[in-house]
């Protein structure tokens, strides 16, 4: 069996910097055509003139032959001025601003301490209409980690929503029921990227028969019900949801140790995974919509005119790539994927 797309985009995806990017950016280019690059480098990707730059590393790093367009993304600080809103948008090559609540994930402490005293930039973004990307998940020490998704809804997605009707905002990598309720009560422009991940697994695969820290991501699995909620609003055709892989990668020694860090990896294999995800659902149909067409639409970017296609045909990752001077353990490594990519 074969099904052919219209080639997807990742609308959220890390692809670190150097020797790391360099060994992970290919996988990426190979599936998707464009990507939204998350700005959460070591420093913090903060001007349009940083992004810039590491915009043409990443075009230096892809191997030749490739026409992957990387979409670049400020990070929000306390201290972002109007001034950089303006000069990013002009640019072309900014698509959005990035929130990350301080301290809420990997190089997130540069973030964002108040979102209310944003509120003069935010407007800024409002007017030139260029869209506020959230991790939203609240960083209250007294917040369950599992309830830090829905506490935020609550306590600052309403809010924002209704100061700034008008500012396009991408609720990023859902993982709660509440939020699929949420993103499907809204009026105007609200998206909400899905990672596969969530849509595979809930928080037993972190814990079944130990720790398994390759799971192990922000916003953290959750219960089945959550899964399900996502499954559901990922296969229903509804145009808010769209793909986003959270593509992450960590060196395998710093994913497993004590305190390992937060992130899975997928680019290696990220279309073929929720291809799986679909076709457990019955719902092939609805792929290419949700990894191909509602991203571009939201964005207000033409849809791509290239097709890929996908083979269901069995093949097993390896257990590590190369990752920069490291390796980097693939989600689900040593499992079979059903759906392969036709080269
Ligand atoms: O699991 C995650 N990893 N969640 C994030 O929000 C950041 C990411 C990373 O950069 O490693
Ligand atoms: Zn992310």
Redesign the pocket.
């Known amino acids: 069996m074969q099904i052919t797309l219209i080639q997807p985009d990742d609308w959220h995806l890390?692809l670190r910097d150097d020797d790391a990017m360099a060994s992970v950016v290919a996988h990426s280019a190979e599936r998707f055509a464009r990507a939204i690059v998350?700005p959460?480098l070591r420093p913090p990707i903060t001007t349009t003139q940083m992004a810039s730059a590491y915009r043409e590393r990443i075009l230096n790093a892809l191997p030749e032959s490739t026409t992957f367009t990387p979409l670049m993304t400020l990070y929000m600080t306390d201290r972002l001025s109007h001034d950089e809103i303006v000069t990013a948008k002009q640019s072309g090559i900014v698509k959005g601003v990035k929130l990350?609540p301080a301290g809420?994930?990997?190089?997130?402490d540069a973030g964002v301490t108040d979102i209310r005293k944003l509120y003069p930039v935010l407007e800024t973004m409002q007017r030139e209409k260029l869209p506020l990307l959230i991790?939203a998940e609240v960083t209250d020490p007294q917040v369950d980690i599992f309830d830090r998704e829905q506490v935020f809804i609550d306590r600052h997605l309403i809010p924002l929503k209704q100061d700034f009707p008008d500012l396009p905002m991408v609720f990023?990598?859902i993982t709660t029921k509440q939020a699929v309720d949420f993103v499907r009560a809204c009026e105007g422009r609200l998206g909400a990227t899905i990672t596969v991940q969530h849509l595979l697994y809930n928080r037993n695969a972190m814990l079944q028969g130990g720790i398994r820290p390759h799971y192990?991501?922000?916003?953290i699995l959750k219960r089945e019900t959550h899964q399900t909620a996502l499954i559901e609003a990922a296969t229903s055709g509804e145009p808010h949801f769209f793909l986003g892989t959270?593509s992450?990668?960590?060196p395998q020694h710093a994913k497993e140790c004590a305190c390992g860090?937060?992130?899975?990896y997928t680019a290696h294999a990220a279309i073929e995974l929720y291809a799986e995800v679909f076709e457990q659902a019955d719902a092939l149909d609805k792929l290419e919509g949700f990894a191909s067409l509602f991203g571009p639409d939201f964005y207000d970017l033409p849809r791509n005119s290239k097709t890929i296609t996908l083979q269901k045909m069995a093949w097993q990752p390896p257990e590590s790539y190369q990752f920069g001077k490291d390796k980097v353990v693939p989600l689900g490594s040593g499992e079979t994927i059903n759906w392969q990519l036709v080269r």
């Open positions: 890390h998350m959460n990350y809420a994930t990997t190089n997130s991790h990023e990598h192990y991501c922000l916003p959270d992450a990668p960590h860090c937060a992130g899975c």
